[in-house]
């Protein structure tokens, strides 16, 4: 399987997302890298992996509606083949 390198963008939802320990997510304009069949299959598991970071700190209402948020206002930048 290709590797993807991902540049993303969540500047809209930064302030919102200081309150959590997001590690390699945490930056609002971030370049992540990792391996998938496809470029969409690769996005697909960006947002799963931040998705499973934040509900892994806090699985209630207000971490949910965020999630959402991320689904929805995540912008990608970039999707490269390596």
């Not at 500047?11 to 992540?32: A, I, N, Q, T, V």
């Amino acid at each position: 399987m290709p590797n993807y390198r991902i540049m993303y963008d969540l500047s809209d939802l930064y302030l919102e997302l200081c309150e959590y320990d997001l590690r390699e997510y945490r930056l609002p304009f971030s370049l992540y890298i990792l391996e998938a069949e496809n470029p969409d299959e690769a996005i697909d598991l960006l947002i799963e992996r931040i998705i499973r970071v934040l509900l892994h700190q806090s699985n209630d209402l207000e971490t949910r509606i965020l999630c959402r948020k991320v689904k929805k206002q995540i912008r990608i930048d970039r999707v490269e083949c390596l």
